[in-house]
């Protein structure tokens, strides 16, 4: 069975964009960043969920940036995220019903942290999508303790999740 405060610890020890940029960006920030910009206008519960969870795959799969993932190694990860939802009680279907509208808060909340980080790739192929409040999420939560983000995911999710 998946555990939030697990899940929760090893998105935080994960680093965004393969280390690179200014500061340690860990996918645990990413997560709750992408959890709030769904929050904030106000999404469904289904969509703050899937937000939140949103990579918690890699938590099993690792970080693998965009650009250099393999077909194979994306298929593995939909596997093991599908798996892990469902071990967390996640109903059948949903990350496919969300996943559009996940996507655009999760490329939000991306484009701004590389942004701030200073990693923005030279061939990113589409114009950066910054916004002023995911960067002023992605600043407030860099200076939190890691034990406050962690229970805030917890408590986060178990809210979504129904617990």
Same mark, same amino acid.
């Given at each position: 069975?998946? !555990?939030?405060?697990?899940?929760?610890k090893?998105?935080?020890?994960?680093?965004?964009?393969?280390?690179? @940029?200014?500061?340690?960006?860990?996918?645990? !920030?990413?997560?709750?960043?992408?959890?709030?910009?769904?929050?904030?206008?106000?999404?469904?519960?289904?969509?703050?969920?899937?937000?939140?969870?949103?990579?918690?795959?890699?938590?099993?799969?690792?970080?693998?940036?965009?650009?250099?993932?393999?077909a194979?190694?994306?298929?593995?990860?939909?596997?093991?995220?599908? @798996?892990?939802?469902?071990?967390?009680?996640?109903?059948?279907?949903?990350?496919?019903?969300?996943q559009?509208?996940?996507?655009?808060? !999760?490329?939000?909340? @991306?484009?701004?942290?590389?942004?701030?980080?200073?990693?923005?790739?030279?061939?990113?192929?589409?114009?950066?999508?910054?916004?002023?409040?995911?960067?002023?999420?992605?600043?407030?939560?860099?200076?939190?303790?890691?034990?406050?983000?962690?229970?805030?995911?917890?408590?986060i999710g178990?809210?979504?999740?129904?617990?």
């Open positions: 069975m998946a !555990d939030l405060k697990d899940i929760a090893r998105l935080a020890r994960i680093c965004r964009f393969a280390g690179r @940029g200014r500061w340690f960006a860990p996918d645990l !920030d990413h997560s709750i960043v992408v959890w709030l910009l769904s929050a904030c206008d106000e999404c469904s519960g289904p969509i703050q969920r899937q937000c939140l969870l949103h990579d918690i795959c890699e938590t099993e799969s690792g970080e693998v940036p965009n650009g250099h993932k393999t194979e190694q994306a298929a593995h990860e939909r596997t093991v995220q599908l @798996g892990m939802l469902a071990a967390l009680g996640v109903p059948d279907g949903e990350q496919e019903r969300c559009g509208t996940v996507k655009g808060y !999760d490329v939000e909340a @991306g484009d701004s942290e590389a942004h701030l980080l200073g990693n923005v790739p030279s061939d990113l192929g589409r114009p950066l999508f910054v916004t002023a409040r995911a960067e002023a999420f992605h600043l407030a939560l860099r200076h939190l303790p890691v034990r406050l983000k962690v229970w805030a995911f917890m408590a178990r809210a979504l999740l129904g617990d």
